[in-house]
């Protein structure tokens, strides 16, 4: 039996979840078909999902295809919900990409098909509603090839485009020849000699699918059901199936967690190797935070001072660089089920290729590596790049609050949740206004929480413009610490993260005392000069010193006298933020890009608005009495201009947008944000908040 990981991935409102229950129905899984509007569908299991007609979360049902076992992974088709999308992709065999015949290619399409290219995932195109008027054919498979940079196949044509009465008619046309000899020399010197015979055609075809390199395109209607049978047969003869060694050593990664009826944590995972069974104790941990260690070259040995030989930390993780120890959870399996014909059953184990629910691992997060990790997690799209702080409505406590947006972190962790305590307020990150409302709903459905939002603002990020230093000395006023720390921060080329370097030898001080810097420069860098993540540069260690352990005669360790890790946990957040402060940063605003296709008799009306929204419109183009427009805005403005299109335009305008890099914030106030740690920037009030003691008014040294 084979196995097949796949997933369905669409711009929203192309059918994706009709296609899904149109799929079940074709091999029998299902009797009948399940409506999105009448909420019966198999995927969107939440009551939420089914309000709204939306797909929120993923979800995993099965299907059989001959030999072959699919399971079928279910993803978000709105831009708010791409962080679902992002779990699901390391843990596909191939996907399915769904396009409207209608609507065409969308910004979601493209986001997703250049990241399915990255990933060298092999995917097949599905052009859904052949059967709804103004369904498009060659217009869209030349849309396909120029806007999303993919060498396409047609897999056949359409007779009746348009018409209720549509249908797919397969066939493999003389054209396929010439893009799948780009990638096949033998194929094309046969070609160039006129001996090509189908089967070597299709043998290529199949080859050349399963290495991400063409991708064959089926039309179809999820309603009607045309074009569904040859895109089973192609799911099942030109994706490929799950690898893995049962035998091997295990190897999992979590993708989604869920709670249970009796508020159990289940955790959905995809076996890459090995075989996990009822009862086993596995190791898990975050792969994100895999060789974080310091590296560098220097003798082994003890001193008080240290400058020395060049040494380098292992890069950063960029806004993910949390700096925190991942690995050295571990759990015992109480449960295991597989997926199997349309549903999950119970099973003793779960082999390589397998997706299994598992239950017993208590401390189980997103991203979290079972077993053997098989690389850090990566993270495909942007972050979320706005912010909203949410308000409790009449009765509603603040540790009620933050226990449920603590479990809804648990199934969705970039919402970061960020706790205020001298406000005594809670924000979280978003993706967009319809996630916010999503939110919203779950807090009350779920939780019978009434909660509101203010306004969503955007996620500024700042870089240093400069070179910055700082350095204060163990026991030399006004260092109240036993440490020495010096830090250099320089800036690094946009999307580079954070890097960690030594100047000074490795073994000038415990190891334990560097990871401590270390790790604290990452925690520090949350939050810069003006609040905002500081990314994009490189911050080097230039000096380190430390106090040996000390004892008194016959008794044990004297921590007055003796540096700990708290020392330089203390200081190195003084220490850098006085670099920054001589480094300078800027606060960079996200910026998203957006294509606007709008009546040309239009523009007049919209160019002033969007100068309003400080849109810079970039490139302007004209496709008879429409006029494309293409730029960028700022991400906090593109919710109010989406509102404000449709008035504009006569209704005729379309918008997409999707982040596309960080900006200088220019012009007017620079936006700033309330700190929630102990403010390094107000060297008493952070000394008296970490040490209750300030120098010169008390002596004496941290512990």
Not at 243 to 261: I, N
Not at 318 to 347: K, L, N, P, Q
Not at 391 to 403: E, I, K, N, T
Not at 461 to 480: F, H, L, M, Q
Request: net charge neutral; hydrophobic share 40%; glycine share 12%.
């Amino acid at each position: 039996m084979h196995l097949l990981n796949l997933g369905i991935l669409v711009h929203v409102d192309a059918g994706k979840t009709s296609l899904t229950e149109r799929l079940l129905h074709t091999v029998g899984v299902i009797d009948e078909i399940g409506s999105v509007d009448a909420g019966s569908t198999q995927t969107d299991t939440l009551a939420l999902e089914r309000q709204r007609g939306i797909t929120i979360k993923s979800a995993v049902v099965s299907f059989p295809i001959d030999d072959v076992t699919v399971n079928l992974i279910d993803t978000p088709g709105h831009p708010d919900f791409i962080a679902e999308v992002e779990r699901v992709l390391g843990v596909l065999d191939g996907a399915v990409l769904v396009v409207s015949a209608v609507e065409g290619v969308q910004a979601q399409t493209r986001v997703l098909m250049r990241t399915l290219q990255r990933l060298r995932i092999p995917t097949l195109v599905f052009v859904n509603k052949i059967d709804r008027r103004g369904a498009q054919e060659a217009a869209l498979l030349r849309a396909v090839c120029e806007r999303l940079s993919a060498a396409v196949v047609p897999m056949g044509g359409v007779e009746g485009l348009g018409t209720p009465g549509a249908r797919f008619v397969p066939r493999i046309g003389p054209s396929v020849l010439d893009v799948l000899a780009d990638h096949d020399d033998d194929l094309l010197a046969a070609y160039v000699a006129d001996t090509v015979l189908y089967d070597r055609v299709y043998a290529a075809l199949v080859a050349q699918t399963r290495q991400a390199l063409v991708h064959p395109v089926y039309f179809g209607s999820a309603l009607t059901g045309a074009g569904v049978d040859a895109l089973i047969l192609g799911i099942k003869e030109l994706l490929p199936a799950a690898g893995g060694d049962p035998d091997g050593p295990v190897s999992a990664t979590v993708f989604k967690v869920e709670r249970g009826p009796a508020g159990e944590k289940v955790a959905y995972a995809r076996m890459f190797s090995g075989t996990l069974r009822t009862r086993d104790r596995v190791p898990f941990g975050d792969g994100r935070a895999e060789g974080r260690g310091t590296e560098g070259r220097g003798r082994e040995g003890r001193g008080r001072e240290g400058r020395g030989r060049e040494g380098r930390g292992r890069e950063g993780r960029g806004r993910e660089g949390r700096g925190r120890e991942g690995r050295g959870r571990e759990g015992r399996v109480t449960a295991i089920s597989v997926f199997d014909h349309g549903t999950d059953v119970r099973a003793d184990a779960a082999p390589a290729g397998r997706i299994a629910k598992l239950w017993g691992l208590a401390g189980i997060r997103i991203g979290d590596a079972l077993g053997e990790p098989r690389k850090a997690h990566e993270h495909f799209f942007a972050p979320p790049t706005l912010e909203t702080v949410v308000v409790p409505g009449p009765g509603v406590g603040g540790r009620a609050l933050h226990l449920a947006l603590t479990r809804l972190a648990e199934q969705d962790p970039l919402i970061d949740l960020r706790h205020d305590e001298v406000r005594q307020e809670i924000s979280v990150s978003l993706y967009g206004e319809v996630q916010k409302e999503v939110v919203q709903a779950t807090l009350a459905d779920e939780f019978g929480l009434d909660v509101t939002f203010r306004q969503t603002t955007p996620l500024c990020i700042e870089r240093p413009v400069g070179t910055g230093a700082a350095v204060e000395y163990n026991k030399k006023d006004p260092n109240p610490f036993l440490a020495t720390v010096g830090l250099r921060v320089d800036p690094a080329p946009a999307g580079s993260g954070v890097d960690f370097r030594l100047e000074v030898e490795l073994g000038s001080m415990p190891y334990a005392f560097f990871k401590a810097v270390e790790d604290t420069v990452r925690e520090t860098l949350e939050q810069g000069l003006r609040g905002w993540q500081v990314t994009d540069c490189t911050v080097t260690m230039t000096h380190a010193g430390y106090s040996p352990r000390q004892s008194h005669a016959h008794q044990g360790f004297d921590k007055s006298m003796s540096s700990t890790g708290a020392d330089f946990r203390g200081l190195t957040p003084l220490v850098l933020i006085e670099a920054l402060r001589r480094a300078g940063t800027q606060v960079h605003e996200p910026m998203h890009r957006f294509r606007i296709e709008t009546p040309a008799d239009t523009l007049g009306a919209l160019l002033p608005v969007l100068a309003g929204f400080r849109a810079v419109p970039q490139t302007t183009g004209t496709r008879g009495s429409t006029c494309v427009l293409q730029g960028a805005v700022p991400a906090a403005q593109v919710h109010a201009l989406e509102q404000q299109l449709p008035g504009l335009t006569r209704g005729e305008g379309g918008m997409e947008s999707a982040f596309d890099h960080y900006a200088p914030v220019t012009g007017g106030s620079v936006p700033e944000r309330p700190r929630t740690d102990h403010n390094p920037l107000n060297r008493e009030e952070y000394l008296l908040r970490v040490t209750r003691r300030v120098p010169g008014r008390e002596a004496g040294a941290s512990s």
